[in-house]
């Protein structure tokens, strides 16, 4: 006889996309990494000017976007106004190495979802994302 096997759960993320705003290639890669083998779907950029073309270009439905707030040559404050008028109802997680009281001002009035500290731990990034795509619409 055929032996029973119960089926496989769904991954955390599984239906929800994430995109992934950050400059520095390794950070991005690692959150990438992480966030597909917990079942997310990841688009990476590394510019605002990427992540701005491609929400006005894709109908695409984002859960979230984890944006970090220092992107080169570029003030992650304008990247999420910008951000915040085109996809009005995308919860916004900022990152930095920077602790939030140097920031959280500027944002007031946005949506902010979550703030996370740079450098942090794997565990703690899947937790707020699991977190904040908990709230989103399905």
């Known amino acids: 006889p055929k ?4 089926p496989l759960a769904q991954p955390s993320g599984f239906a929800h996309t994430v995109l992934v705003v950050d400059d520095e290639t390794t950070v991005r890669e690692f959150i990438a990494r992480v966030l597909r083998t917990a079942g997310y779907r990841v688009l990476p950029v590394g510019t605002g000017e990427e992540a701005l073309a491609l929400c006005r270009s894709t109908e695409t439905r984002l859960s ?3 944006i ?3 992107l ?8 999420v106004r910008q951000l915040h008028r085109l ?3 995308l919860p916004l997680v ?3 190495g920077y602790g939030p009281s140097e920031y959280i001002k500027q944002l007031s009035g946005l949506p902010i979802a979550g703030t996370l ?4 731990r794997l565990e703690t990034l899947l937790r707020l994302v699991q977190r904040v795509v908990a709230r989103a619409i399905p």
């Open 64 to 66: 979230l976007a984890l």
């Open 87 to 89: 996809r009005s109802a």
């Open 94 to 96: 900022i990152l930095s």
């Open 117 to 120: 500290q740079k450098p942090f």
């Open 72 to 79: 080169h040559r570029q003030q992650g404050e304008s990247i």
């Open 3 to 6: 032996e029973h096997r119960p």
């Open 68 to 70: 970090d707030w220092s």
